[in-house]
């Protein structure tokens, strides 16, 4: 299981599909990572709350990856996703 700093970050969201804005956490927490498990040409943006923690613009030919932000958002963790993405976001 991932930790950050000591702490376990045993959340997480499975998402597929174009969606959103979906609140995965609604409260504060910690943005551990993304994985990109199917990748195809759109975009997944996370929110704290209406501020933009990060925008991942995904090309179609892309190998799955994984991104680690270890970030703190205050308000709510939110995500959306342009095109058929397969991804998975994990948080405390």
Do not use: R
């Not at 997480?12 to 498990?37: D, E, R, Y």
């Not at 040409?41 to 991104?67: K, Q, R, S």
């Amino acid at each position: 299981m991932p930790a950050v700093n000591g702490v376990p970050c045993n959340n997480f969201s499975h998402l597929s599909g174009a969606q959103g804005p979906i609140t995965l956490k609604p409260a504060g927490g910690l943005l551990h990572t993304l994985t990109v498990n199917t990748p195809v040409a759109g975009t997944v943006t996370l929110l704290d709350g209406a501020a933009t923690i990060a925008v991942v613009t995904v090309p179609a030919a892309l190998n799955p990856f994984e991104l680690t932000y270890d970030v703190q958002f205050f308000t709510n963790l939110q995500v959306t996703i342009t095109g058929a993405q397969d991804i998975t976001v994990s948080w405390q």
